[in-house]
């Protein structure tokens, strides 16, 4: 898939192992993966957005640095404009905080109005549901290169299963934008300040990327705290429809409402195209290894997360050790996948959050469009290999198969042709995503056992 406790004021949202906690303005901060250097009278951060029960993730994006390979809307950055971003919510709340990201940033990142709204149609709001968000008190903040925000609490009354439209009003020029590029969501941009405006008027320009916003907690003491889905471009929803909410993790988070209610979990979408467990690439986010604390663990009410990655591993092993490839890694092997899904478990466990896996799917017939070794000998070897270690090893928590569930009946070593999106700048079928009936379909084989069991 190489396409892809109550807290004080203000809290930033813990990071990587290590990162030290700053306060500026009132607003406390947080390094991400460019680092703040440690100031006098610094201390190891607390586990601010994790540590109270009452709060739940209801969405979740990991973020990305900006490149022009991938999104050059994000590489132009942005200057005097806003960005309205919709997201798709996983549980209801009374209360919301929404994070806002310079994780990848080179420079300090102005942050004027923000606001969250219902949406009614495209950057349309419902009259009446916008409201202004807060940091340490101030309508702004400015948030040092490397690092993250977190608002102050917000009331307001959240929907499960409703669309959100996050809206930054960015001042000053911001640079390349920390970004989430395959959102398998429309976004939309406007010149000037319209963070608070309900009409969608001067959001005259769109784009298919999550900017600056990468999490919004709601406040739900009912809820069965957070599940994550941590992937690749599978768990991202690649080749689902845009708009449409289509991807594994929404539909997981349907189901637990169907049958659960107001104590189903929250479930966040923390999966990147083309990301790997190894190796990060300048493409497709660090990797799985650098980034589960930030976008796993640190999650408020984490109690499981679901990991399906290891397919671009083995894919990239057969490209170009250069540009979104590099390190392409030629000579992976499932040894070394296994050694990093240990780690990730350890690092789940040692959090007192369980960790369940999926199995990686068919994906025979997809070189002719990915190349490397997607859908080679070499790369269906490998995938057994892992896939043989996920079951047998009683290593996780607990295992989904997903290339069962996604498999073609008369020909396993190919996804079902009913599940098989369709590539539309191949013209042809994919053979390496499913469609949006692949992922209900995926969504449909967790056990929900694991969410509802003491």
């Not at 690092?347 to 007192?352: C, I, K, L």
């Not at 190349?371 to 070499?378: E, H, I, K, L």
Request: proline letters at 7%; charged letters at 15%.
């Amino acid at each position: 898939m190489w396409r892809k406790g109550q807290m004080s004021s203000g809290s930033m949202r813990r990071g990587a192992v290590g990162r030290l906690a700053v306060t500026l303005g009132g607003v406390a901060l947080l390094g991400g993966t460019g680092g703040l250097l440690p100031m006098a009278g610094s201390s190891p951060a607390s586990p601010a957005r994790h540590g109270h029960p009452s709060w739940v993730a209801t969405w979740a994006a990991s973020p990305m640095p900006a490149t022009p390979l991938e999104s050059k809307t994000a590489y132009a950055g942005f200057g005097n404009q806003t960005v309205r971003n919709i997201v798709y919510t996983s549980a209801g709340g009374d209360a919301i905080r929404v994070q806002v990201s310079n994780t990848f940033g080179t420079a300090p990142l102005a942050v004027g109005t923000v606001s969250v709204g219902a949406v009614l149609d495209g950057a349309a709001l419902v009259p009446g549901t916008s409201r202004a968000v807060t940091f340490g008190g101030h309508s702004s903040v400015t948030i040092p290169a490397g690092a993250q925000v977190l608002s102050d609490p917000v009331r307001m009354r959240v929907l499960p299963l409703e669309e959100l439209a996050i809206s930054l009003y960015l001042p000053e020029p911001t640079g390349p934008a920390t970004n989430h590029s395959d959102a398998q969501q429309t976004s939309y941009i406007a010149a000037g300040d319209h963070a608070g405006d309900t009409a969608a008027t001067a959001f005259t320009t769109t784009a298919g990327s999550w900017f600056f916003a990468d999490g919004l907690d709601v406040r739900n003491p009912e809820a069965g705290g957070t599940v994550v889905a941590f992937g690749d471009s599978i768990t991202d929803g690649y080749q689902s429809q845009v708009d449409a909410n289509a991807r594994w993790p929404n539909y997981l988070a349907r189901r637990l409402r169907a049958v659960l209610g107001n104590r189903a979990p929250a479930v966040v979408d923390e999966g990147i195209s083309g990301n790997r467990v190894l190796n990060g690439s300048a493409c497709f986010g660090v990797s799985a290894l650098s980034r589960f604390e930030r976008d796993a663990l640190s999650q408020p009410g984490v109690t499981a997360v679901i990991l399906l990655e290891g397919i671009n591993d083995i894919g990239f092993s057969g490209e170009p050790d250069s540009g979104c490839y590099a390190p392409s890694n030629p000579t992976v092997s499932a040894a070394q996948i296994e050694a990093g899904y240990r780690k990730l478990i350890t690092m789940a466990h040692a959090r007192g959050v369980k960790i369940f896996a999926g199995t990686l799917t068919p994906f025979l017939g997809s070189h002719a469009i990915y190349g490397g070794n997607f859908g080679t000998p070499y790369g269906e070897a490998l995938r057994e290999a892992v896939n043989t270690w996920i079951r047998t090893s009683h290593a996780f928590d607990g295992v989904v198969d997903f290339a069962h569930v996604t498999r073609n009946p008369y020909d396993p070593l190919y996804l079902n042709p009913a599940y098989n999106s369709f590539n539309p700048a191949s013209n042809s079928y994919d053979n390496l995503h499913p469609g949006d009936l692949g992922y209900e379909a995926m969504a449909g084989a967790v056990p929900l056992r694991w969410f509802t069991g003491p």
